[in-house]
Each structure stands twice: as C-alpha cells, then as structure tokens.
C-alpha cells in the first residue's frame, strides 16, 4: 500500500514480516479500551442502515479514548499495523479494501476477525483488526448492540 500524500510504502510478507518504507512495524501495545484510538469508515450505502451504523460509532465513542473516520479501509488497516491506530471496524467492504493490508495486520503481530468472532476472510465483507491485546473488548461492544 502507498500513501502518496505521506509518501510512505506498507509493504508485507506472508510469515515474514511488515514494514512501513522498509523499517519494521507492530501494532501497538494499548491493552485496555478506554486507551485505545479507534478507526472505522462508513459504506457507501451508510445512508440505508445510518441508524445502525450511528448507533455502533456512539458505542465505541464511550468506550475508547477516540474514534476516527479517514476514508479508505486499506489505509486504515495500515495505520493498525503500523500502531497509530489500536483497532479498526468495518462492514460493507470489498476484497480489494482488505486483502493486502489484512496482511500488514497479521505480519504486524495483530489480529483480525469478522464481527461474531469468526474467521476473518477478504470476502466476508467486514472486519475487526486490532492489535490483538483489544479484540475481545472490541468484538463484546459489537456483540452488544444485538
């Protein structure tokens, strides 16, 4: 992944590592919410399901330090890896937003799922990253809007 107005290169390798313009990278150490910086993006069909979506921010809002919107997943995930963010959640995405920086995450030594907890995969069309020490308490404010 490039993020040309930074000027930085994530790049990954399977069982090898993540690095951020070919120095190292690991999610952070944050281990509790209320410590955390968050990330997630709206769909494009946000307007369809606002409520929904609103809902789930607000949830997160209390729970975390702070809660950010950018705009691309991809970049997201990478911030994840990198450990300027601790976690990101997402729904209504497609394969090309998640499958080379999911990547990053699991080399970064983070953890990815879906939103029940279940295996994570680039065609599940959601995703909870995190670096790893926070999941459980992201997927338990997720599990509690239901």
């Not at 970049?75 to 601790?86: H, K, M, P, Q």
């Not at 699991?106 to 990253?129: H, N, P, Y």
Request: glycine share 8%; proline share 1%; aromatic share 10%.
């Amino acid at each position: 992944m490039f993020d040309a107005t930074r000027r930085e290169l994530f790049t990954a390798e399977r069982g090898v590592g993540a690095w951020l313009n070919g120095v190292p990278i690991r999610v952070s150490g944050t281990t509790m919410m209320l410590d955390s910086m968050l990330c997630t993006g709206f769909a494009y069909d946000v307007h369809e399901k606002a409520d929904e979506v609103v809902e789930l921010f607000g949830r997160f809002l209390t729970r975390a330090r702070a809660v950010r919107r950018l705009g691309s997943a991809a970049l997201d995930l990478c911030y994840v890896a990198a450990g300027r963010f601790d976690g990101f959640w997402e729904q209504g995405l497609h394969p090309w937003d998640l499958s080379a920086a999911s990547l990053l995450v699991e080399e970064a030594k983070g953890r990815l799922t879906r939103f029940d907890g279940s295996l994570f995969d680039t065609d599940c069309g959601q995703i909870v990253a995190s670096n790893a020490l926070i999941h459980d308490d992201m997927l338990a404010v997720i599990a509690s809007r239901h």
